[in-house]
């Protein structure tokens, strides 16, 4: 009986021993760690102004400046646990423009065929046989050219007679030779005066009457 006591209490000491070796060494629980987020914002009276925030998942921040251009960036956590980062930026002239990397992206467009160089075409055909005259035809040149050569020259001394001075008929040589006939300014005045005839007055026959 006595050695079964003994073994008891070995057997209950070595019980207690080994349930607190097992508290001792339980895994202690992980605490999470403090998430700290903050805030800002500030503006005047000339329009412009810059507010913000960060903490948590998500973070953004935008400012204005007294020109009118906005511009700023957020930032966040998708379903898939992927950072994606956003920036914009807006202005009176361009608009709003916005370059993310959440945003779709074009396919790439595919490599242009290789063409040929052109070549430049050579003409190498036979052009058609100049014409030729038909004896008919080679006549009736000939007579159009001599009737043309007849009334060139026809013409021309028509324009000689037309132009020739007019000469005075043989008639005007036997006329007087008087001091003017050379021009009123032929001699002097007192020389025409002396080379004036003097007139002889007539005097008529009185009138006989009839008986």
Do not use: W
């Not at 629980?29 to 987020?37: E, F, L, M, N, W």
């Not at 040929?116 to 100049?130: K, N, R, Y």
């Not at 008087?178 to 004036?196: D, L």
């Amino acid at each position: 009986l006595e050695l079964n006591m003994n073994g008891l209490v070995v057997l209950a000491a070595c019980v207690c021993a080994s349930s607190a070796q097992f508290v001792g060494i339980a895994p202690a629980r992980a605490i999470a760690p403090v998430q700290q987020s903050h805030q800002f914002h500030a503006q005047d009276e000339f329009g412009q102004f810059t507010f913000g925030h960060a903490g948590g998942p998500s973070a953004r921040t935008e400012s204005r400046d007294a020109f009118g251009v906005t511009q700023g960036s957020y930032q966040y956590v998708d379903a898939n646990g992927i950072l994606q980062t956003v920036n914009y930026i807006a202005d009176p002239v361009n608009g709003f423009r916005v370059a993310g990397t959440n945003l779709p992206a074009a396919p790439v467009a595919p490599a242009a065929p290789v063409v040929a160089p052109l070549e430049a075409p050579v003409f190498d055909l036979t052009g058609p046989a100049p014409v030729v005259d038909t004896p008919e035809v080679v006549a009736a040149k000939a007579e159009f050219q001599a009737a043309f050569d007849a009334a060139v020259a026809a013409s021309g001394a028509e324009r000689k007679r037309r132009s020739a001075p007019a000469l005075l008929p043989a008639a005007t040589a036997a006329l007087p030779a008087y001091p003017y006939a050379a021009g009123v300014y032929a001699a002097h005045p007192s020389q025409i005066v002396a080379n004036i005839a003097p007139a002889t007055p007539a005097v008529a026959a009185p009138a006989v009457a009839a008986p």
